[in-house]
């Protein structure tokens, strides 16, 4: 099905372990967004990419780096995990190189021990 | 500062029941934009509507539409005949403008419970 694949859907890591957060949306979709949820908050941006070659910081984009692989893949890593980036994360998608994220992730939930 | 605040954490329908969801937002800006998104059970994040605020008129889609209040700053979504598959969390959300990215805020949502 068409849309917007995460993986993993779940990862369980060490303090001070560093991973990546794979996105790929088939849609041919121009921005790409990862967010962070949680319990009691609503969404926060981490960074955003408006087209293939540019990211840009979010909200929180602390601890985080992002890489625009080309125009279907955002991925999201984590240098050095800490307690605090426990949380679900989302990537999402949408056409345009601007306007509100429209497809999401079904989302990665993450803990850090 | 621009926040968006929910003040019900959950809330409850009995099927084919209407309800409205509240929504209030504090911004100093006029041109800005709101949207309710739905996220069921399986966390995929839905858009359901969208409002732009120089638009007087509520905006509808289907079963869902708003209640816009510019002055008092209050976006409410109110869902008529309500379905078992209504049933998810719903984020209110604030955009200044429609292509400014860091300026595009959550609320903590509310989760809806319909009845059978």
């Known amino acids: 099905n068409a849309g917007v694949t995460q993986t993993p859907k779940f990862q369980v890591l060490k303090t001070g372990q560093s991973m990546t957060l794979q996105c790929a949306q088939d849609?041919?979709?121009?921005?790409m967004y990862w967010y962070r949820q949680d319990p009691g908050m609503g969404l926060r941006l981490i960074y955003y990419s408006a087209s293939e070659g540019t990211t840009d910081k979010g909200e929180v984009p602390n601890g985080y780096n992002v890489s625009r692989l080309n125009k279907r893949e955002f991925s999201l890593r984590l240098e050095s995990a800490a307690p605090s980036q426990t949380s679900v994360y989302f990537c999402a998608s949408t056409e345009g190189t601007g306007g509100q994220p429209q497809h999401f992730g079904d989302g990665t939930r993450l803990s850090i021990l | 500062a621009q926040t968006v605040t929910q003040s019900q954490p959950e809330m409850s329908v009995q099927e084919a029941e209407t309800v409205t969801l509240s929504c209030t937002y504090d911004?100093?800006?006029?041109?800005?934009?709101l949207f309710w998104y739905k996220q069921p059970p399986s966390r995929q994040m839905i858009l359901v509507i969208r409002q732009e605020a120089y638009k007087q008129q509520n905006a509808t889609e289907n079963r869902f539409s708003v209640n816009f209040q510019k002055a008092a700053k209050s976006f409410s979504l109110k869902i008529s005949d309500s379905q078992l598959g209504d049933a998810a969390m719903y984020f209110c959300a604030y955009r200044r403008g429609l292509y400014n990215f860091n300026k595009f805020y959550f609320g903590s949502g509310t989760k809806l419970n319909v009845k059978p």
């Open positions: 849609m041919n979709h121009n921005s």
């Open positions: 911004t100093s800006e006029s041109d800005y934009y």
